[in-house]
């Protein structure tokens, strides 16, 4: 007489489980991001461990480390758009939008120094890989937006709004990242950041 078998039925995940573990995966791998302080102590293995799974579970949803950083990246892509969005959705002056976003853009580095770096100093990809895919990045892209209108308004002499987008990109990155990575006593927040604006801007603005 065939009894039955004693061996669990592989588990069958349950409408929406997946996308709840992937979504835990991603905390986990961002809090080990906060407490190391470093993307290259982070492992497969150790996410497993945080969320209570086996590695094989994480390869499921991220086939290698890499992708599950490119994840944890474009995440924090994400709510810097939303940080960005927030903070221009009542100003029409694109050049105070510029203003504005400069200012989410340094805050979102001090408040998360860890994700910063890994975003911006680590040299890990994201799946923008040129100056066309950047454009088309939400971040980039409300700036870039901004700059534009700025050029068609004539706030801004002519100019290549790239380029432009660009250069202001690369000032307030300098500053944000001398503010975390410097143990220096830098001036006020609202003066330091308005000074690199103001001279950044000031070569822009149609006379």
Not at 42 to 59: K, L, N, Q
Request: aromatic letters at 6%.
């Amino acid at each position: 007489m065939r009894t039955a078998s004693t061996h669990p039925r592989p588990h069958r995940a349950r409408r929406g489980e997946g996308e709840r573990l992937r979504d835990e995966i991603l905390d986990a791998t961002e809090a080990l991001l906060v407490d190391t302080g470093n993307a290259g102590a982070i492992s497969v293995r150790r996410v497993a461990e945080a969320v209570g799974r086996t590695p094989p579970s994480i390869y499921l949803h991220f086939a290698t480390k890499d992708v599950l950083m490119q994840a944890v990246c474009q995440r924090q892509f994400d709510a810097l758009s939303e940080r960005f969005g927030t903070a221009i959705a009542d100003v029409s002056d694109p050049v105070e939008q510029i203003r504005r976003m400069a200012r989410q853009y340094v805050e979102f580095a001090l408040d998360h120094p860890e994700h910063y770096r890994l975003l911006f100093m680590s040299g890990q990809r994201t799946e923008v890989k040129d100056l066309e895919g950047l454009r088309l990045s939400e971040c980039f892209g409300m700036l870039h937006a901004a700059v534009d209108a700025a050029l068609a308004s004539g706030r801004f002499g002519p100019g290549d709004s790239t380029l432009i987008a660009l250069a202001l990109w690369t000032a307030v990155h300098g500053l944000a990242s001398l503010l975390i990575a410097q143990d220096l006593e830098f001036p006020p927040l609202d003066d330091y950041l308005g000074q690199v604006l103001d001279q950044n801007l000031a070569g822009l603005l149609a006379r």
